[in-house]
């Protein structure tokens, strides 16, 4: 996987959001609309990175390609995850497969 998309230029921040569509093809065509107002939202210093693939490796390469980058800080906000027991079910996969390999 190539390094996510960014909202701005990775020179600008050290922290970023990253929004998953992992799982959710129908919210991948929406997720550049989504990151563009994330980014508006957000205070300065902070980023948007997105990440549709489903595969965990592929998050984890996406995840060290920010870290490389000197990002040091990332969020991964749950509004793209679907409902509650769905959200819950991919964050803990998450934590699982992507968050655990990369300690």
């Known amino acids: 996987m190539t390094a996510p998309r960014e909202v701005i230029p990775r ?8 929004l998953l569509a ?4 129908a919210i991948a ?3 550049p609309r989504l990151a563009r107002a994330l980014a508006d ?7 948007v990175a ?9 998050i984890g390469d996406a995840i ?3 870290a490389s980058a000197g990002v040091d800080e990332l969020v991964v ?18 934590m699982r497969e992507v968050a655990a390999p990369l300690r």
């Open 64 to 66: 060290r390609d920010l």
């Open 29 to 31: 065509d929406a997720l």
């Open 11 to 18: 020179s600008a921040h050290r922290r970023v959001a990253l």
């Open 77 to 94: 906000p749950d509004f793209t995850l679907g409902p509650r027991d769905q959200k819950l079910a991919t964050l803990d996969r998450f």
């Open 50 to 58: 997105t990440a549709v693939r489903d595969a965990p490796w592929a």
């Open 22 to 25: 992992a799982g959710r093809e």
């Open 41 to 47: 939202a957000l205070p300065t210093g902070w980023s």
